[in-house]
């Protein structure tokens, strides 16, 4: 069975562009936590839109709930979960 993906996107100030490399980390450690847990998240890649000051990252996971946990335990501010189709 096919696992969804989900894109979020999430705001960052381009001030803070020198921390995506640890935000990215944090989200990274937290869908590998979950994972570790039993749950079937995994953290994929993230792009960052300087212009928008947007950072959008992508996991696969069974649920969006389970991408929120992931954003609430690297501590991040995830604005919006959408389910990716590819």
Do not use: C, H, K, Q
């Amino acid at each position: 069975m096919l696992v969804p993906s989900y894109l979020v996107e999430t705001y960052v100030p381009r001030v803070r562009v020198g921390e995506l490399d640890g935000l990215t980390s944090r989200a990274r450690e937290a869908a590998e936590g979950l994972a570790r847990e039993g749950n079937d998240v995994r953290y994929l890649r993230s792009s960052f839109l300087p212009e928008d000051e947007m950072w959008l990252l992508w996991f696969d996971a069974p649920t969006r709930d389970l991408v929120g946990e992931a954003g609430r335990r690297a501590e991040l501010d995830f604005a919006r979960i959408v389910e990716t189709v590819e």
